[in-house]
Nanobody, 128 residues
Framework: QVQLVEFGGGLVQPGGSLRLSCAASGFTLDYYAIGWFRQAPGKEREGVSCISSSDGSTYYKNSVKGRFTISRDNAKNTVYLQMNTLKPEDTAVYYC?????????????????????WGQGTQVTVSS
């Protein structure tokens, strides 16, 4: 059974940090671009950060550049999103997604929301 499961969400104060994990089962992430998305109440889902499998190319939404870092550990079949200096506007349900890799797939994943698999999401709340 193909699955993506997110871990690591929670409540954090502004300025704090969280690390999200996305674990895959039923398939290997080696050949997939992986992305993190978020959806806040009343808003559309948006691509936050995506990473290629072939050369490690990355995409970041402008508002998270310099604060968030995406990484992958293919040996563990897991992708991470390190989130630092969190702001209240980062509050959302965060999802990971996988898209069969090809040239620029990571960019299309993040900007066009094209994915083969989606996780169920994990809530991140930034509040004092």
């Amino acid at each position: 059974q193909v699955q993506l499961v997110e871990f690591g969400g929670g409540l954090v104060q502004p300025g704090g940090s969280l690390r999200l994990s996305c674990a895959a089962s039923g398939f290997t992430l080696d050949y997939y671009a992986i992305g993190w998305f978020r959806q806040a109440p009343g808003k559309e889902r948006e691509g936050v950060s995506c990473i290629s499998s072939s050369d490690g190319s990355t995409y970041y939404k402008n508002s998270v550049k310099g604060r968030f870092t995406i990484s992958r550990d293919n040996a563990k079949n897991t992708v991470y999103l390190q989130m630092n200096t969190l702001k209240p506007e980062d509050t959302a349900v965060y999802y990971c997604a996988a898209y069969r890799d090809y040239k620029d797939a990571y960019y299309h994943l993040c900007t066009l929301n094209e994915a083969d698999y989606w996780g169920q999401g994990t809530q991140v709340t930034v509040s004092s």
